[in-house]
């Protein structure tokens, strides 16, 4: 009945939506966006019989975090997304105030997906984390909860990410205890409904880290190129100096996980993404044995609700899809080589930057090799400055009107640059960094150059990518 009543009301949204959405300059034509309202984190991405399945944290009902959905695409080769049935909507007593992050997996032929179920409490709040199994034909049936709160621990318990190890399965979580320290909690599995916890493998005052954090969201813990990767968004770490500007960040410790001990020997956090706007990644492992990540193009908690999207009845985006690898310690994330398919024309320029013509950039990707300083002005809405320290992208604050700045110290090589309506994704030699934001040009999309920098600046125009 309750199901009834929330699908009716995110009907009248989406159909609201619709209509606003032809005359929405900030609409991505290839990256993935919600039809109505607010989207969030990705989650259960896997690639299940060949096919990619990419769900994701949904609030149809308004421009606004609430409880949430799982909306569900899905794809044959990253670039080209339909639409499927909604996985998962928030009505049982376990997951009343939402359907929360998670991960899906193979078990012997069945799609699974394991979520939280957020349950608000006056004054508190508790979490479940919950099993669903996947039918063929997309419908998901419920089959309730397989873990409650540990003891120790505040209501903050979430974001169930799941994998395979040996003849067990595994989970990581986030959470927060009671001295409201940020932790990830490794649990082992018989089956996917009986788990055990083995302990704390990483947070604040853990593994020689001092305060980190006040509660720790999203984990994900994977080997990478000989290694083990833990990607996870601590929250409450004070900005210092030209990194961790974001609100929340989103980043990753490089280790060895002991899996018999539950022990994570690790190395320093580095943030994943420089940019303005990227958390709550999350990873899967293709068929063909790539680790393949998407973020949410959003930070919570920030100036999200100023975003001019939210007149047009939606708000953010994910990331394009990336490929990981380790190098030196450091990850490497490179666009996956499935966007190529969206490329139309190709120009190629070369020169001084102050003598470039000015490229359209609503739908594009440039490849940018880079000599000396210069400074490229994406629709007057986003500057991006190359000098001799690194890289900085600038652009107005939608809440405060104030400038605001990001940083990246180095030197650049190479840029690899998409950009898509009100996003830029901006790789940084090959993927030693991206910065990833969010901006909203008022008047023409196009990149004008600057300087006296020397570029070669290959271009292409992008296709739309949405199957509808
Ligand atoms: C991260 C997050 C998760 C939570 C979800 C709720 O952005 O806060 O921790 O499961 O979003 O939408």
Redesign the pocket.
């Known amino acids: 009945m309750r199901e009834n009543a929330l699908l009716k009301k995110a009907l009248k949204n989406v159909a609201i939506a619709a209509g606003k959405a032809g005359h929405d300059p900030y609409r991505p034509g290839w990256h993935l966006s919600p039809a109505a309202g607010l989207l ?2 990705p989650n259960g991405f896997i690639q299940f019989d060949g096919r990619y399945h990419l769900f994701y ?1 949904w609030n149809p009902l308004a421009c606004a ?1 609430g409880a ?1 959905w799982w909306g569900h695409w899905s794809s044959d080769d990253l670039t080209h997304w339909q639409h499927e049935p909604v996985a998962l909507l928030p009505g049982e007593v376990y997951d009343v105030n ?1 359907c ?2 998670g991960s899906a997996v193979n078990d012997n032929g069945t799609l699974c997906l394991l979520y ?1 179920g ?1 349950v608000k409490l006056p004054g508190s709040r508790t979490a479940w984390q919950c099993l669903a199994t996947v039918q063929p034909d997309g419908e998901v049936t419920k089959a309730g909860p397989v873990i409650g709160l540990p003891e120790g621990y505040t209501g903050h318990v ?2 169930p990410k799941v994998w395979r190890h040996g003849p067990y399965w595994y989970m990581v979580l ?1 959470a927060q205890n009671l001295q409201e320290q940020g932790k990830v909690l490794l649990y082992r599995g018989e089956t996917l409904r009986q788990w055990t916890l083995s302990g704390e493998i990483a947070g604040s005052h853990l593994n020689g880290l001092g305060e980190f954090g006040y509660m720790w ?2 984990p994900d813990l994977f080997a990478l190129d000989g290694q083990d990767v833990l990607l996870v ?1 601590p929250q409450g770490l004070p900005a210092k100096e030209q990194s961790w500007l974001n609100t929340h960040q989103s980043g990753y410790f490089v280790g060895r996980l002991e899996y018999e001990h539950a022990d994570f020997t690790h190395g320093d956090f580095h943030e994943l993404d420089l940019g303005f706007e990227f ?2 990644p999350q990873t899967t492992l293709s068929d063909d044995g790539r680790r393949l990540l998407f973020g ?1 193009v959003g930070v ?1 908690d920030a100036d999200e609700f100023y975003q001019p999207t939210a007149e047009y009845g939606w708000m953010h985006m994910m990331s394009c899809p990336r490929e990981l690898h380790l190098v030196n310690g450091k990850i490497i994330q490179q666009p996956v080589k499935e966007l190529q398919s969206l490329r139309g024309e190709h120009t190629r320029q070369q020169g001084c930057a102050d003598d470039l013509a000015p490229l359209a950039i609503t739908q594009a990707e440039l490849v940018i090799a880079s000599q000396g300083e210069w400074q490229a002005h994406l629709a007057g809405a986003l500057t991006l400055t190359c000098t001799a320290q690194g890289l900085t992208l600038h652009r107005i604050n939608c809440r405060t009107g104030e400038p605001e700045t990001r940083y990246w110290s180095g030197q650049v090589n190479h840029l690899h640059i998409f950009c898509d309506h009100s996003i830029a994704e901006i790789f940084i030699n090959h993927g030693e960094t991206t910065m990833t934001s969010r901006y909203f040009p008022a008047a023409e999309q196009r990149i004008h150059w600057q300087g006296r920098g020397q570029l070669t600046v290959e271009h292409w125009q992008l296709e739309s990518s949405m199957v509808v």
């Open positions: 969030n984190d944290q975090h949430k939402g929360y992050s939280t957020n979430r974001d986030g969201e999203c968004c958390y709550a949410w919570p």
